[in-house]
């Protein structure tokens, strides 16, 4: 439910930016991965991008999903996991993810299954008080177990899940072939894709998995670094940087545990004793 192909987009880093991938997963030797690691179904949730559906819309068991880079009324940003969508669907979201208020009232008419994506983690930067309120008010769905993410994070978003009645979702967030299918999300005696996602809304899916480190971090790196390098030797030069890879992991890791100390156990706590608001209903107003 949560995995990237080379149609994620270029890396966000300062100089990486220019010229390595998010991912250089070729989109059919990782459906081939995902089934021989056990998927009866398959789907990818490339960034802002749906441009794996080509080589994957004609196995039966693959259906098409994305990861939209959302701004949030705060001005803080947001990866956000919609799920079974169509082109024209992809189309209207893109147009709206800058106007979260517009985005929402979209997947909420379109009734399709979203998901506030590792939502204890400093990914996508800053995060306010307020963001977590529109997690627990207007989202159907929270990522509870993310491969790449420390377990800590996942256990308070597991913990912010069940205490607000959320759907659980679980994926590997992998941007190596080596690395998915670490996490999934299985709905019990579903036969077919339309009972998996029945299922999943219904609240009977369960997810399961291990979660990141730092280890599995630098190799994954270290892993797209060569792959960069692969795809156009002409950054070797820039790939020799990867020496750096575990200092700058290590520094990412210390930013993680800073960040979920700042904020699992003060929403988690606050998510008992919170009167039940509706700001799904001022966007709708």
């Known amino acids: ?18 010229v390595c991938r998010e991912s250089y997963s070729d989109p059919e030797a990782l459906y081939v991965s995902l089934k021989q690691k056990g998927m009866d179904l398959v789907t990818v949730t490339d960034h802002d991008s749906i441009d794996a559906v080509e080589p994957l819309r004609n196995y039966p068991d693959f259906f098409l999903s994305e990861e939209i880079t959302c701004r949030m009324p705060s001005g803080t940003e947001l990866h956000v996991g919609v799920y079974d969508i169509n082109e024209r669907q992809h189309q209207e979201i893109q147009r709206r993810r800058d106007d979260f208020h517009a985005l929402l009232a ?7 299954l979203f998901s506030a994506n590792h939502i204890f983690s ?38 912010m899940a069940s205490k607000m009645d959320k759907i659980a979702i679980g994926g590997s967030d992998a941007h190596t072939v080596r690395s998915s299918a ?4 299985t709905v019990p005696d579903a036969r077919t894709k339309s009972e998996f ?7 009977r899916a369960r997810v399961d998995g291990s979660s990141g480190n ?32 575990p200092l700058i992991t290590l520094g990412n890791y210390f930013m993680e545990i800073g960040f979920r100390r700042r904020w699992v156990d003060r929403v988690v706590r606050e998510c008992e004793t919170r009167p039940a608001q509706s700001l799904a209903s001022e966007v709708a107003a």
């Open 1 to 18: 439910m949560h995995v990237h192909t080379i149609h994620s987009g270029m890396c966000t880093l300062p100089v990486l930016r220019a």
């Open 106 to 112: 979209y997947l909420n008419e379109q009734d399709l």
């Open 122 to 159: 400093s990914l996508t930067g800053k995060r306010t008080r307020a963001d977590f309120d529109w997690f627990a008010d207007a989202f159907p769905a929270l990522e509870t177990q993310n491969g790449c993410m420390l377990a800590a994070s996942n256990r308070g978003a597991q913990a």
């Open 182 to 185: 670490t996490c999934w999300t």
């Open 197 to 203: 996602m029945q299922g999943l809304r219904a609240g």
């Open 214 to 245: 730092y280890f599995k971090l630098t190799r994954d790196v270290l892993q797209i670094g060569c792959e960069m390098m692969q795809a156009d030797p002409r950054t070797a030069p820039i790939a020799l940087l990867s020496g750096f890879a």
